[in-house]
């Protein structure tokens, strides 16, 4: 059995200031969650979001 590693990336929107957030969508295929950390903190603990729920937090910044 392989273990997918979580390729991390941010949004092009990212000033590279950062302070942002980091996600992996490559995991959804595979394990059905979006993982989400911080782009400081990359040994530090990760979120992770159902892709619904995570699509439905995106639609609903582009809304705003």
Known sequence: MTI???RW???SYSNNGGA???VAANLVPS???VPVRDSKRT???ELGFTAD???AFV???KAV
């Open 4 to 6: 997918e590693s979580p």
């Open 9 to 11: 990336f941010t949004s």
């Open 20 to 22: 942002c957030v980091e």
């Open 31 to 33: 394990r059905g969650v």
């Open 43 to 45: 040994d530090g603990p």
């Open 53 to 55: 729920v995570f699509s």
């Open 59 to 61: 639609d609903g910044l």
